[in-house]
């Protein structure tokens, strides 16, 4: 260690500390495991069987730290220089592996998935997670970013309400052509005020796919979208404005997507993730069938159920976005088999038929839930296809349908989110 390192007891730690340890296994969240004098430390920027020096960003009394890699001694074979110079020690959070090959990476995000459902459902199966084509930069087509009190708009930092600012000399790597550009132009609109300060300014807690909205900056919805516009949103413009619709192509049609409404945001994913929807119900004799999908959205897995069940089937697209709802049925306008209904899932689902054959769910990042996983479970369908954006909440939704009288039948991961520790996940399920 060099004289800025720390040789102290391990239920000293303070942030600032620096600390030489082995690095351990990945864990669900983009860090990994590593033990100070026996104490958990989370070490982000790190990988596993690597030996290095950490810094303390947070010491929790009497439980773990946080830390990050400043100093690599031993390094993993795999190890990259990372391309972003806003991927660094208390620098952006948006991205988790860019220090990892991209195989090391997917590797990576397969052990998680597979500890998961280890650790939640008492599973141990094999994992492999799949390469979406296009590379492992430049994918993301919608970004939300903040806007700083200086004017700069970006990501936050780590763990952190500082922005990033990012432009065309220091871009975001993994946004998609156009946005960082966007970024270091677009006009804030008059009434979104850049607050004096990070605490200045409280917006309302709208919930956002995936997680909870932060409060302290304005945020702006950057859209590459796929009729080639690129678009910034305010959510919490004030007055009355009209949010674009942006029209996204995907399994040989065409959707209306609210641009800044939930769609995939790697270019592949919808044609992937659809893909290995419609795989899951292809040994299945379903036309004439009834299915539901729910948290529909606006209608990708419809489509692949109205071509599965045929026009003598029915297909059930519930959904608790009232945009994105309204543009389900402009979309499913075509298949007079589909219906869809506006409302949250878990309160719908009461209202829908005693018994269904087909269920496609694809919840938010905290997944459907136990009840949920019950009340569909005791419909008795055929087959429960469910897409998962987190491994954890797939771990406890499939404890939960297992214990409904289902068993994991088959499971397909995808690499939807190059550099982050995000994984798509698509699991069969059918009567034990």
């Known amino acids: 260690m060099n004289d800025t390192e720390v040789a102290k007891s391990a239920d000293d730690l303070r942030p600032g500390d620096r600390v030489e340890v082995e690095i351990g296994p990945v864990a669900h969240g983009g860090h990994c495991v590593a033990r100070y004098q026996g104490r958990v430390v989370f070490v982000r920027l790190g990988l596993p069987g690597e030996t290095a020096v950490v810094e303390i960003t947070e010491a ?8 990050e890699v400043v100093e690599v001694l031993r390094a993993d074979p795999r190890r990259v220089e990372a391309p972003c110079s806003h991927f660094r020690p208390g620098g952006c959070g948006g991205c988790d592996f860019q220090h990892a090959s991209g195989d090391l990476q997917r590797e990576l995000k397969a052990s998680v998935v597979r500890e998961q459902l280890s650790r939640l459902a008492g599973l141990d199966r094999p994992v492999s997670v799949e390469e979406l084509p296009g590379g492992g930069f430049g994918w993301r087509t919608r ?3 903040a806007l700083d009190p200086e004017g700069r708009i970006g990501p936050r930092a780590v763990r952190s309400h500082r922005v990033e600012g ?19 132009t677009v006009e804030v609109p008059s009434g979104v005020h850049r607050p004096a300060s990070a605490g200045s300014q409280h917006r309302s807690g709208r919930q956002v796919r995936g997680r909870a909205a932060r409060p302290e900056l304005p945020e702006v919805v950057l859209t590459a979208a796929g009729d080639g516009r690129r678009l910034a949103i305010w959510p919490d413009q004030p007055g009355t404005h009209q949010v674009p619709t942006v029209t996204e192509h995907a399994i040989g049609r065409d959707f209306s997507v609210a641009a800044d409404g939930f769609w995939q945001v790697h270019p592949a994913a919808a044609d992937t993730l659809s893909g290995a929807v419609a795989q899951a119900l292809t040994d299945l004799e379903l036309i004439g069938a009834s ?7 606006v209608g990708l897995f419809s489509e692949v159920l109205a071509e599965a069940v045929g026009e003598s089937g029915t297909v059930v697209s519930v959904e608790g976005d009232r945009t994105a709802s309204a543009l389900a049925v402009q979309n499913m306008a ?5 219906s869809v209904v506006l409302g949250s899932v878990e309160k719908v689902i009461d209202d829908l038929p005693d018994t269904v054959d087909v269920v496609v769910l694809d919840p938010p990042r905290a997944g459907a839930g136990p009840a949920l996983c019950e009340q569909i479970a005791a419909r008795a369908p055929a087959v429960i296809v469910y897409v998962a954006c987190d491994p954890a909440a797939l771990g406890r939704d499939t404890a939960a349908l297992m214990a409904a009288g289902y068993r994991l039948d088959t499971l397909r991961a995808f690499d939807c989110f190059p550099q982050t520790h995000h994984v798509e996940c698509v699991a069969r399920f059918l009567p034990a």
């Open 60 to 67: 929790r009394r009497g439980s773990f730290c946080r830390g």
């Open 143 to 145: 970004v939300r970013w």
């Open 166 to 184: 990012v432009n065309p000399t220091e871009p975001c790597l993994i946004a998609a052509p156009g946005l960082n550009e966007l970024a270091a």
């Open 291 to 297: 299915s539901w999908d729910l948290y529909g959205g």
């Open 334 to 338: 075509i298949h007079p088999q589909v």
